[in-house]
């Protein structure tokens, strides 16, 4: 766990936030799933049968509280569970950033950047409107 959040930490500068990393690796890995660093692609998922969730960590110094917040994402679809195959992406989607809201709302380290989480948040619902 504590190796994991290491590699967040060096990839993006979040040191300030080593704390609250260990607890939402710790909430991920209780419910049988770990977290990796991707440095490939951009995109962040969650890879169900792997029981993985992969977090994109290219240009992480340049992108660092959005790292977090995708953590937070993909966490917020862990806590939704395996999609089945008729549900609408975009529903997921939203549900998945609500979970995330939610958890931020929760934790007063992350309330400090709430303004940008939600800017981040309606950037990235956009792309499935658009």
Known sequence: ?????NEIISQTNLDVYN???LKIVNEIENRGFMLSCRSDSMQSVIEWDSYLIRIS???GKKRELKVLWD???EYGHLIDGRPSKNEV???REKSAWLNAEIYIKNHSILM???KGFIKYKDECL???IS
């Open 89 to 91: 992406n975009i529903k």
């Open 19 to 21: 704390d609250i990393l």
């Open 1 to 5: 766990m504590k190796t994991i959040v």
């Open 112 to 114: 400090d950047n709430y």
């Open 71 to 73: 953590i937070l994402h």
């Open 126 to 128: 956009s792309t499935y």
């Open 57 to 59: 960590v290219k240009n």
